[in-house]
């Protein structure tokens, strides 16, 4: 009996996962970096085969798609229904004309995407595949930089490769998608050029900086400013007070440069969507929107699920690290996770995507903290460090699940043939 395309992808799917333990295993042997692009491939196949699932998904992977499909006819004029023949209300994003629910460059993005490779999921998905992917290496560099550690700088890349919550963003099949999936990316850019920075103050890295973060501005709003406090947390005392004051307004003049036309153009063009988008987005810190609540320990709650189950060990471990040993790079990765987790914890609307601005941090705080306590026991260590990996992978499984098929895949196959032999018929 032949195999299903279902079992084939399950092989290679598996196969990914297998190369990227094997090169961890491997890179604990020997030291070199060619682990890493075994783990940066791996993390690549691991993104690609979900992403050619044949239909677009719900939430909200639906409304992006379509946008930025309807960009080909005005790239400054985003719209859900491009000819709408009924009235709408301007303030449903789920059902308007002007859409303007997300700021414009994942969009943009994905719109390029679509006129490189046709009108497709998969062109869709693929710029999201990418970035995500740079991000590994991102990861790896960053931990490098911070902590000189190449095992740890590994291990930190290859537990961003194989989450399973990044991966499913990254492919459209959870709320924010590729939204969320590339606001990771330059705001992990952003902090990649402050490392650089703080080893090197080179004016074009700071300038690299502010473009970084203007262009995080237009995927995902003012999320992004959260990179400056680390900026000003990792070089307060390595530059003078008025050079570090200068060198934050100059990023945060390059990003409004870049984030700010957008904003006046919306503004004079669709007043009435943009004043009330720039609302409902405020509202998000009173009151619990579209029914996304929950208690202020929601988010680490939900750690667990994200992250792996142990997560907290490494969350307390470092608390106790930076406490300890005064480090600026300690106090830099746990402000990383900090001020996200505490400002979404603060904020009525819940969801579980806010915090994956952190996702690079938590993974280089559990490498860090598996290499502690392999060197402190290196028995038990060991074992609990096998634990860490084995949740990781367990829920990596669990969220790409390479062997499941789609139950209702066959019936909207069946459907959309029907729908285009109908239009194929000649109207009466």
Same mark, same amino acid.
């Given at each position: 009996?032949?195999l299903?395309?279902?079992?084939?992808n399950?092989?290679?799917l598996?196969?990914?996962?297998?190369?990227?333990?094997?090169?961890?295993v %491997?890179?604990?042997?020997?030291?070199?970096?060619?682990?890493?692009w075994i783990?940066?491939?791996?993390?690549?196949?691991? !993104?690609?085969?979900?992403?050619?699932?044949?239909?677009?998904?719900?939430?909200d992977?639906r409304?992006?798609?379509?946008v930025?499909?309807?960009?080909?006819?005005?790239?400054?004029a985003?719209?859900?229904?491009q000819h709408p023949?009924l009235?709408y209300?301007?303030?449903?994003w789920?059902?308007n004309?002007?859409?303007?629910?997300?700021?414009p460059?994942?969009?943009w993005?994905?719109?390029?995407?679509?006129?490189c490779?046709?009108?497709n999921? @998969?062109?869709?998905?693929?710029?999201?595949?990418?970035?995500?992917v740079?991000?590994?290496w991102?990861t790896?560099?960053?931990?490098?930089l911070?902590?000189?550690?190449?095992?740890a700088a590994?291990?930190?890349?290859? @537990?961003q490769a194989i989450?399973?919550f990044l991966i499913?963003?990254?492919?459209?099949?959870?709320?924010?998608?590729?939204?969320?999936?590339?606001?990771?990316?330059f705001t992990?850019?952003?902090v990649l050029?402050i490392?650089l920075y703080?080893?090197?103050a080179?004016?074009w890295?700071?300038?690299g900086i502010?473009?970084? @973060?203007?262009?995080?501005?237009?995927?995902k709003?003012?999320?992004?400013l959260?990179?400056?406090?680390?900026f000003?947390l990792?070089?307060?005392?390595?530059q003078?007070?008025?050079k570090?004051?200068f060198?934050?307004?100059?990023i945060?003049?390059?990003?409004?440069?870049?984030?700010l036309?957008?904003?006046l153009y919306?503004?004079?063009?669709?007043?009435?969507?943009?004043?009330?988008?720039?609302n409902?987005?405020?509202?998000?810190?009173f009151e619990a929107?579209e029914?996304?609540?929950?208690?202020?320990?929601?988010?680490?709650?939900?750690?667990?699920?994200i992250?792996?189950?142990? +997560?907290?060990l490494?969350?307390? %471990?470092l608390?106790?690290?930076?406490?300890?040993?005064?480090?600026?790079?300690h106090?830099f990765? @746990?402000?990383?996770i900090l001020?996200?987790?505490?400002?979404?914890?603060?904020v009525?609307?819940?969801?579980?995507?806010y915090?994956?601005i952190?996702?690079?941090a +938590?993974?280089?705080?559990?490498?860090?903290?598996?290499?502690?306590?392999?060197?402190?026991?290196?028995n038990?260590?060991?074992?609990?460090?096998?634990?860490?990996?084995g949740?990781?992978? !367990?829920?990596?499984?669990?969220?790409i699940?390479p062997?499941?098929?789609d139950?209702?895949q066959q019936?909207?196959?069946?459907?959309?043939?029907?729908l285009?032999?109908t239009?194929?018929?000649?109207i009466?």
């Open positions: 009996m032949p299903s395309w279902t079992s084939i399950g092989l290679f598996s196969l990914a996962l297998l190369s990227a333990i094997l090169a961890l %491997w890179q604990y042997k020997r030291v070199n970096q060619f682990s890493l783990i940066i491939l791996a993390g690549f196949t691991l !993104r690609i085969i979900p992403a050619q699932d044949a239909f677009l998904h719900e939430w992977e409304f992006h798609a379509l930025a499909k309807n960009m080909g006819k005005n790239l400054l985003p719209s859900l229904y023949v009235d209300n301007y303030q449903n789920t059902a004309h002007i859409w303007l629910h997300k700021q460059l994942s969009l993005i994905m719109h390029v995407s679509l006129q490779f046709g009108l999921a @998969l062109a869709v998905r693929l710029p999201s595949v990418i970035l995500s740079c991000c590994i991102f790896f560099l960053i931990c490098k911070l902590f000189k550690d190449q095992k590994i291990l930190a890349a290859f @537990l989450n399973g499913e963003n990254a492919v459209g099949r959870i709320p924010t998608d590729h939204v969320d999936a590339q606001f990771l990316f992990e850019l952003s050029l490392c703080a080893k090197q080179k004016f890295l700071l300038m502010g473009i970084a @973060l203007g262009l995080s501005i237009l995927t709003w003012l999320t992004g959260f990179v400056l406090p680390l000003g990792l070089l307060w005392r390595s003078a007070m008025g570090l004051v060198s934050g307004a100059l945060g003049m390059v990003a409004t440069l870049l984030a036309p957008w904003q919306i503004l004079k063009h669709f007043p009435q969507e943009a004043l009330w988008e720039y409902y987005n405020s509202r998000h810190l929107i029914g996304h609540d929950g208690e202020w320990y929601y988010h680490l709650l939900k750690a667990r699920m992250w792996n189950e142990l +997560v907290y490494p969350f307390l %471990w608390l106790y690290e930076a406490w300890r040993s005064k480090n600026r790079a106090y990765l @746990l402000a990383w001020i996200p987790y505490l400002f979404f914890s603060m009525p609307t819940k969801m579980t995507g915090i994956i952190c996702a690079p +938590v993974f280089i705080a559990m490498a860090l903290f598996i290499q502690k306590i392999v060197s402190y026991s290196p038990w260590g060991k074992v609990l460090a096998v634990l860490m990996l949740l990781s992978i !367990r829920y990596c499984i669990e969220r699940k062997f499941e098929v139950p209702t019936d909207k196959l069946e459907l959309v043939q029907k285009r032999l239009l194929q018929m000649p009466p």
